[in-house]
T-cell receptor
Framework: DGGITQSPKYLFRKEGQNVTLSCEQN?????MYWYRQDPGQGLRLIYY???????QKGDIAEGYSVSREKKESFPLTVTSAQKNPTAFYLC??????????FGNGTRLTVT | EDQVTQSPEALRLQEGESSSLNCSYT??????LFWYRQDPGKGPEFLFT???AGEEKEKERLKATLTKKESFLHITAPKPEDSATYLC?????????????FGKGTLLTVNP
């Protein structure tokens, strides 16, 4: 079955550590995205990539970094510069003009 | 600034009690409006895309409609398994072809 795989489902880190969230898709979609979801807030776009080796900042990119070396993969690094990293992180992909297909998320807790 | 407002924030229904969720939007130009369903701890699941005022789409007990200012998600005779958070998102014309702006969602609870 085609879909988006995010791993791990739960992640715990100490403050000051960088952490990388994995996102892999086998839908053959060109575009991939990272969203952050906090209680009581809408999904907010962190980064998106339309093609391999290219990506753009979303609305809340500060403290995050991404890479897009392969079409299937779009990992997100949460750096120590992100002031409030604890959140539910969602990866998605789409074809041009199509709807977003989401993974099942990674819940990151930083203490 | 593009804005998407969903109401109510939470809705509790009895099984079989029909109702509607609202998504109002303020954008420079609408390319598409999307509805998603999200279960706790899961990613959103795509339901519908609407492109122009007057358009309607249906899936089982759900029907989505669109006007120039808002969209409604009508739920007819809901069942407990319809309980979820329903998200609305808009894609703006003239902007990035890939960017969606989401509302905060409506948490629907259907009691048996």
């Amino acid at each position: 079955d085609g879909g988006i795989t995010q791993s791990p489902k739960y992640l715990f880190r100490k403050e000051g550590q960088n952490v990388t969230l994995s996102c892999e898709q086998n839908l053959n979609h060109d575009a991939m995205y990272w969203y952050r979801q906090d209680p009581g807030q809408g999904l907010r776009l962190i980064y998106y990539s339309q093609i391999v080796n290219d990506f753009q900042k979303g609305d809340i990119a500060e403290g995050y970094s991404v890479s897009r070396e392969k079409k299937e993969s779009f990992p997100l690094t949460v750096t120590s510069a992100q002031k409030n990293p604890t959140a539910f992180y969602l990866c998605a992909s789409s074809s041009p003009g199509g709807s977003l297909h989401f993974g099942n998320g990674t819940r990151l807790t930083v203490t | 600034e593009d804005q998407v407002t969903q109401s109510p924030e939470a809705l509790r229904l009895q099984e079989g009690e029909s109702s509607s969720l609202n998504c109002s939007y303020t954008v420079s130009g609408l390319r598409g409006l999307f509805w998603y369903r999200q279960d706790p701890g899961k990613g959103p699941e795509f339901l519908f895309t609407l492109y122009s005022a007057g358009e309607e789409k249906e899936k089982e007990r759900l029907k989505a409609t669109l006007t120039k200012k808002e969209s409604f998600l009508h739920i007819t005779a809901p069942k407990p398994e319809d309980s979820a958070t329903y998200l609305c998102a808009v894609q703006v014309s003239g902007g990035s072809n890939y960017k969606l702006t989401f509302g905060k969602g409506t948490l629907l609870t259907v009691n048996p």
